[in-house]
């Protein structure tokens, strides 16, 4: 069965500091994908990166970075020099590969994230 | 370019009453989803669609519910005799049916039954 765990309800930092939001997921398959999506207070999901299982690089995209490590079953999201902007609530998702197409997304519970100024 | 649509945005509703929702996803996407999300939690899958032909129906799905995207364009999401329960705000998602390719979700549509 597919699972996945953010453990971080809800995380508070200064602008400026740098944050690392954790998850980590439970599947059987040997070929899936990771996402992660922000939910500004609009509340309408953007996604942000998705992510192979058989691509263990670390991503980075301007303050946002992602590491991912099979061996712990984690893909943590790292916001550095974080902004005001960057508040909202952040989920975690998997999908397992199938002939057919992906299997819908199964999300984390989330993790709020404040950042103030 | 147009990103995934939803109407309406909100609905307010007796116990009991019938509500439907609309969902347009991105014109070239094959693939439609429907998820509910409750206060705290995140998305939780409810059925999706390739084209017309609907592939998969969660658990969440009671009878009471019912989806629809008949010419494999538009979907709707009914709920009959709503309960207070159904409170939530629905999701819809599109993608394309390749593998690995990610879903764009729409702005959702917050249903309050009173």
């Known amino acids: 069965a597919q699972k996945v765990t953010q453990a971080q309800t809800e995380i508070s930092v200064v602008e400026k500091e740098d944050v690392t939001l954790d998850c980590v997921y439970e599947?059987?398959?040997?070929?899936?994908?990771l996402f992660w999506y922000k939910q500004p207070p609009s509340g309408e999901l953007v996604f942000l990166i998705r992510?192979?299982?058989?691509?263990?690089q670390n991503e980075i995209s301007g303050r946002y970075s992602w590491n991912f490590q099979k061996s712990t079953s984690s893909f943590n999201f790292t916001i550095t020099a974080s902004q005001v902007v960057d508040s909202a609530v952040y989920f975690c998702?998997?999908?397992?590969?199938?002939?057919?197409?992906?299997?819908?997304?199964?999300f984390g519970k989330g993790t709020r994230l404040s950042v103030i100024a | 370019d147009t990103g995934v649509s939803q109407n309406p945005r909100h609905k307010i509703t007796k116990r009991g009453q019938n509500v439907t929702f609309r969902c347009d996803p991105i014109?070239?996407?094959?693939?439609l989803y429907w998820y509910r999300q409750t206060l705290g939690q995140g998305p939780e899958f409810l059925t999706y669609?390739?084209?017309?032909?609907?592939?998969?129906k969660s658990r969440l799905l009671s009878d009471r519910f019912s989806a629809e995207r008949p010419k494999g364009s538009f979907s709707t999401l009914e709920i009959q005799r709503t309960e207070q329960g159904d409170s939530a705000m629905y999701l819809c998602?599109?993608?394309?049916?390749?593998?690995?390719?990610?879903?764009?979700f729409g702005p959702g549509t917050r249903l309050t039954v009173t």
């Open positions: 014109s070239e996407h094959n693939r």
């Open positions: 599947t059987r398959d040997t070929t899936y994908y």
């Open positions: 669609f390739q084209n017309e032909a609907q592939l998969e």
């Open positions: 998602a599109s993608s394309l049916s390749v593998e690995s390719y990610e879903q764009y």
């Open positions: 998702a998997l999908s397992e590969a199938r002939n057919s197409g992906n299997t819908p997304l199964v």
């Open positions: 992510r192979n299982s058989f691509d263990e």
